[in-house]
């Protein structure tokens, strides 16, 4: 029943916009979405695509041919467990003709220590060279942005493919809110699924969870947990240096990105729509203008649909406007590397 209303939903999403529907093994039509650079990020993603059981194709595009032939290989010889039917590999941007969804990956990754802001310029670089490829192969996708300094390549990516703000999203802090909700029910003994606490800001060191409003059920979580204001401190300090944390042990985090660049591309996939705290280009949003930050936000066919707009206490408007500023500093960076 479940998998007749999925199809029933997606091949009204695909007649929607006008795109011939194919088939697929487990919902009856055909899905796309191309991923640009395969590497840690890109190749879990697509794994946990696979095991999402929604995306029929997925095409992976990197520069280094070698390494996208190497994933799409490995990848390919678990077709017959998953959803997905076709995985074609290359360099070529002809790849990303006909996705709905078009991941970015592409790009130079943390080192141990290193802060996401120090990717900036050498990112900047590389979206300059296949932001305009996708958008020339590909003029109705949504891109979603995943390469950091998350909220500064969402802008840029923004501004170099002139797609409407709907259709450019950055992960933004959906991960930083996943790894908030983990430590929040550790503690609690309650499923990260039934706690509704969201990180706001940049997906970066300014992040901040947005306590005032966290609860559970419908009931807030101050009163159900009585959590101190150090213990929030911790977890906030923990969310804040997850990613240092893991990049300093293994190398690099890609397991739990991948699991959500699987789950927003389902609900673009089946127009779900669902609310994630996605970076999103802000226009008048608690004065906030032209600038990628993650608010809560309707994520469905289309791209982001609208923003929730966020009731915030005076130290939480504080972090948030700390947020903008500090992105705005790093969209002028970027800024100034496009007009070299
Ligand atoms: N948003 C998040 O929450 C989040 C989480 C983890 C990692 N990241 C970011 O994702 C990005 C990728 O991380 P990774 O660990 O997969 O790095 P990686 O080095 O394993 O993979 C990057 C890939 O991009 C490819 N690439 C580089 N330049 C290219 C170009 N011009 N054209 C096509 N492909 C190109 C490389 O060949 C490589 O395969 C980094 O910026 C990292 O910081 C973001």
């Known amino acids: 029943m479940m998998l007749v209303l999925c199809a029933y939903n997606f091949v009204t999403v695909l007649k929607d916009k006008g795109q011939s529907v194919g088939c697929c093994e487990n919902i009856g039509v055909s899905a796309k979405v191309a991923i640009v650079g395969a590497g840690n990020v890109g190749s879990a993603a697509a794994y946990a695509m696979m095991m999402d059981g929604v995306v029929c194709e997925i095409a992976l595009i990197d520069k280094n041919k070698d390494r996208a032939e190497g994933e799409a290989l490995d990848l390919r010889h678990g077709v017959q467990f998953s959803s997905v039917s076709k995985i074609v590999f290359g360099d ?3 790849l990303v003709r006909d996705a709905q969804v078009v991941v970015v990956t592409a790009g130079v990754a943390q080192k141990p220590g290193e802060s996401r ?42 501004k170099l493919s002139g797609f409407p703000k709907e259709r450019v999203i950055g992960t933004g802090t959906v991960l930083d809110t996943a790894r908030l909700r983990y430590l929040i029910a550790k503690e609690i003994h309650v499923s990260p699924k039934d706690i509704c606490a969201h990180v706001l800001g940049e997906h970066g060191d300014s992040s901040f969870p947005w306590w005032s409003r966290a609860s559970i059920a419908g009931v ?20 804040r240096t997850a990613a240092y944390q893991v990049i300093k042990k293994k190398g690099a985090t890609f397991y739990a990105i991948g699991l959500v660049i699987a789950k927003l591309v389902r609900a673009m996939l ?7 705290s996605v970076s999103t280009i802000l226009d008048d949003y608690l004065g906030i203008n032209g600038v990628a930050l993650s608010v809560p936000a309707v994520v469905r066919a289309s791209g982001v649909t609208a923003t929730l707009q966020v009731a915030l206490d005076v130290k ?7 947020s903008a500023n500090a992105v705005k500093q790093g969209i002028a960076a970027a800024q100034a590397v496009l007009d070299k």
């Open 92 to 94: 070529s941007y002809e």
């Open 270 to 276: 089946l127009n779900q729509p669902r609310i994630y």
């Open 117 to 158: 802001e120090g990717l900036v310029q050498t990112n900047t670089q590389i979206f300059s060279q296949i932001i305009p490829e996708i958008a020339k192969h590909n003029k109705s996708c949504v891109l979603l942005v995943v390469t950091n300094p998350l909220d500064v390549m969402t802008y840029v990516a923004w």
């Open 220 to 239: 807030s979580l101050d009163s159900y947990a009585k959590l101190s204001a150090e213990f929030k401190e911790q977890l906030k300090e923990e969310v």
């Open 316 to 322: 939480e408007a504080e972090l948030f406007k700390t």
